[in-house]
């Protein structure tokens, strides 16, 4: 990969990145604090645990982009409220050094389990991989006594659409 088609690849996923960034907050203010242990499966993740792992997962990627290295951080969110807060915290920040970083970067590769791809190609993985586990999030939400915000058009549970309905 060029140094070019990195930074060209880079700004257009750090651009999705910062705009779903948006639609993940709302998603995160949405987990209900008084269900938060909700999964809909023996297998599945609990609702603060999915929350948990976005939060932590978005700042686990872009952490590795910036240092070339993964690192996980374990985090302890006893609510809803702390993984939002840490989110909105580290994420806008991180976002704004993986812009600034010099092409050469974005084209070195970093290990990660089986890969060793450019760094760039994780910021794609991590774009799926928050999408992924949003929608998952946003299914826990109304059986956990949540309500569904607009993620890419209205819900039911959103004010304007149900007046309309």
């Avoid at 993986?98 to 774009?127: C, E, H, Q």
């Amino acid at each position: 990969m060029t140094e070019d088609a990195a930074k060209t690849i880079a700004d257009f996923l750090l651009r999705e990145i910062e705009q779903e960034f948006a639609t993940t907050c709302k998603v995160l203010a949405a987990v209900p604090a008084g269900n938060t242990s909700y999964k809909p499966d023996e297998k599945s993740m609990s609702g603060l645990a999915l929350a948990s792992h976005i939060a932590a997962s978005e700042e686990f990627f872009l952490r590795g982009v910036i240092n070339g290295a993964f690192e996980w951080k374990p985090q302890d969110f006893q609510t809803p409220a702390e993984v939002l807060a840490f989110y909105e915290k580290s994420v806008p920040g991180l976002i704004a050094q993986a812009r600034a970083l010099p092409a050469a970067k974005l084209t070195a590769p970093i290990a990660f389990g089986p890969w060793n791809d450019p760094a760039v190609m994780y910021l794609s993985i991590n774009l799926k991989h928050g999408v992924h586990h949003r929608g998952q999030l946003s299914a826990y939400l109304r059986p956990m006594g949540g309500k569904v915000p607009s993620i890419y058009g209205p819900t039911a549970d959103d004010e304007k659409h149900a007046a309309a309905s």
